[in-house]
């Protein structure tokens, strides 16, 4: 008797900058799917957490990637729905982890090509039955160039703090709406101007802007972009995830 073909496990990988809605987004589709979710941002802040605990100079690549290495990282799923919590070498890092501090200390180690290339297979191995959705920077260019469907989420820059400063408001840190657009302007630059695995849209990628658009209609876009017998699953799968 001859074997069905091993099928690969499909991938939807979403990009963009800060504040576009990726993570919501994401977490919605993987939701409605019954599939995984990885938040590689995470990924990069916990390093950067994790580096400065141990006092190694950020700018140091060797040394950050060597504790990129050493790094427990854990995400432990709350309920339905709901941001999980993230354990940095077994503590409880999550509040932290939101920071605009966090996001530019990882944004500051995520140019280091030694780091990147240290946290490559960690976040590959996020794939796995039935399917995964990754939200990042490079996950349609270089983490998952095979993706299935590959979403570059925009917004404007000032939908996108607005949407931080309710985010950090409701998680009762108090910061000023304009102070944040700058950070976040400042990060987005960086990330998009650094040499390795900058922030940009793959080629088969397929661009969504967010800003004036409720979040449900962008996760049906996101949907509508898989392939039928996928999509058929994806219903099916809805019925015992709503
Ligand atoms: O998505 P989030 O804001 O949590 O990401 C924090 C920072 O981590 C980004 O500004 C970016 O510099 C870096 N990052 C990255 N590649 C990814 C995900 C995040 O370089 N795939």
């Not at 799923?77 to 605009?100: C, F, I, S, W």
Request: proline share 5%.
């Amino acid at each position: 008797m001859t074997q069905a073909p091993v099928l690969p496990v499909p991938v939807i990988t979403i990009d963009g900058p800060s504040g576009s809605g990726k993570g919501t987004i994401s977490r919605l589709v993987a939701r409605r799917l019954g599939w995984h979710y990885l938040d590689s941002g995470a990924i990069y802040r916990a390093v950067g957490l994790a580096a400065a605990w141990e006092g190694v100079d950020l700018a140091d690549e060797a040394a950050v990637a060597a504790c990129a290495a050493r790094t427990r990282i854990r995400f432990d799923t709350g309920g339905d729905g709901e941001e999980p919590k993230v354990l940095v070498n077994d503590k409880d890092a999550t509040h932290q982890l939101r920071m605009e501090t966090a996001g530019a200390a990882a944004s500051a180690i995520a140019a280091l090509p030694a780091v990147r290339a240290a946290l490559l297979q960690l976040q590959r191995d996020f794939r796995s039955a039935p399917g995964l959705v990754a939200d990042g920077r490079d996950m349609g260019t270089v983490v998952f160039p095979e993706a299935t469907v590959k979403v570059f989420l925009t917004a404007s820059a000032e939908e996108r703090a607005r949407r931080r400063h309710k985010q950090l408001k409701d998680k009762g840190v108090s910061v000023t709406l304009a102070g944040l657009l700058g950070e976040i302007v400042a990060r987005d630059e960086r990330d998009a101007s650094r040499a390795v695995a900058p922030l940009r849209p793959a080629d088969d990628a397929v661009s969504i802007d967010s800003t004036a658009q409720p979040i449900l209609a962008v996760v049906e876009q996101v949907l509508a972009l898989l392939p039928e017998d996928l999509r058929a699953r994806a219903q099916a799968a809805s019925g015992r995830n709503n």
